[in-house]
C-alpha cells in the first residue's frame, strides 16, 4: 500500500485558491490517487481522481507531476463552507478489491 | 436509491455488551468496508470484504467481527464492547478497484 503524507492542517480566508500536496513516494504503476471531502459528522464524499497530468471538475482540480510522487488538490476561492477535512489516498487499480486506507487528512479552516 | 445505509445511528452500550452494527448498499457494489473514526482523527480501517464471501482484516481488527451476508450486507459485531471502542464507524462501499467509495452515515458508538 502506499503511504501517503498531508499537512495536518492549513488555514485561508474566502476567496483564495487553496493548494494541498499529498506525497505518495512509493505509488505503484496501476494507482491512481483520489481526494476525499470530510465535513464534521458526516462520512467522507469523493472530490476527485487523478492518474496523471490534470484533472479538473466543477469542484476542484488535481494536479499530479510526471513522476506521480506527489499530488496537489486545487480548490478555487474557497468559501466557508469548503471548510472539512481532506483526504488523499492512493487507490489500486484492480477488480480485486482494495485494502482502501486514510491517512489523518488535512484540516482546512477558511476564514471570512 | 439510498445509496448506504447503517443502523442504528446512535448507540449507548456498557462495557461487556455485545451488539451489531448493520450496513446496507443497493448500488450493487462489491467492496464493502468498515471503518472507525475517533475524535479529531483520521479513519481507520477495521475490516473490509472484496466482494460476496470474502472478508479481510484492516488496520484495526482486533474486538470486532466481520459478516458479509450477502451482496448487499455488511455487518460488524462487538462481542464484548469496552470503552476504547467508543468511536463513530462508518460503512463504505464501491464498485470496482479505482472506483470512489460511497460512505454511510455512520453509526455513534458510545461504551460506557
Known amino acids: 500500500l502506499a503511504k501517503t503524507t498531508q499537512p495536518i492542517s492549513m488555514d485561508s480566508y474566502e476567496g483564495q485558491e487553496v493548494n494541498i500536496t499529498c506525497s505518495h513516494n512509493?505509488?505503484?504503476?496501476?494507482?491512481?490517487i483520489t481526494w476525499y471531502q470530510q465535513f464534521p459528522s458526516q462520512g467522507p464524499r469523493f472530490i476527485i481522481q487523478?492518474?496523471?497530468t490534470k484533472v479538473t471538475n466543477e469542484v476542484a482540480s488535481l494536479f499530479i507531476p510526471a513522476d506521480r510522487k506527489s499530488s496537489t488538490l486545487s480548490l478555487p476561492r474557497v468559501s466557508l463552507s469548503d471548510t472539512a477535512v481532506y483526504y488523499c489516498?492512493?487507490?489500486?487499480?484492480?477488480?480485486?478489491?482494495?485494502?482502501?486506507?486514510f491517512g489523518g487528512g488535512t484540516r482546512l479552516m477558511v476564514k471570512p | 436509491n439510498a445509496g448506504v445505509t447503517q443502523t442504528p445511528k446512535f448507540q449507548v452500550l456498557k462495557t461487556g455488551q455485545s451488539m451489531t452494527l448493520q450496513c446496507a448498499q443497493d448500488?450493487?457494489?462489491?467492496?464493502m468496508y468498515w471503518y472507525r473514526q475517533d475524535p479529531g482523527m483520521g479513519l481507520r480501517l477495521i475490516y473490509y470484504?472484496?466482494?460476496?464471501?470474502?472478508?479481510d482484516k484492516g488496520e484495526v481488527p482486533n474486538g470486532y467481527n466481520v459478516s458479509r451476508l450477502n451482496k448487499r450486507e455488511f455487518s460488524l459485531r462487538l462481542e464484548s464492547a469496552a470503552p476504547s471502542q467508543t468511536s463513530v464507524y462508518f460503512c463504505?462501499?464501491?464498485?470496482?478497484?479505482?472506483?470512489?467509495?460511497?460512505f454511510g452515515p455512520g453509526t455513534r458508538l458510545t461504551v460506557t
Open positions: 489516498l492512493v487507490v489500486g487499480n484492480n477488480n480485486a478489491g482494495n485494502m482502501l486506507t
Open positions: 512509493n505509488i505503484a504503476t496501476n494507482d491512481y
Open positions: 487523478g492518474y496523471k
Open positions: 448500488m450493487n457494489h462489491n467492496s
Open positions: 470484504s472484496a466482494s460476496e464471501g470474502t472478508t
Open positions: 463504505a462501499s464501491l464498485l470496482a478497484g479505482g472506483d470512489e467509495q460511497y
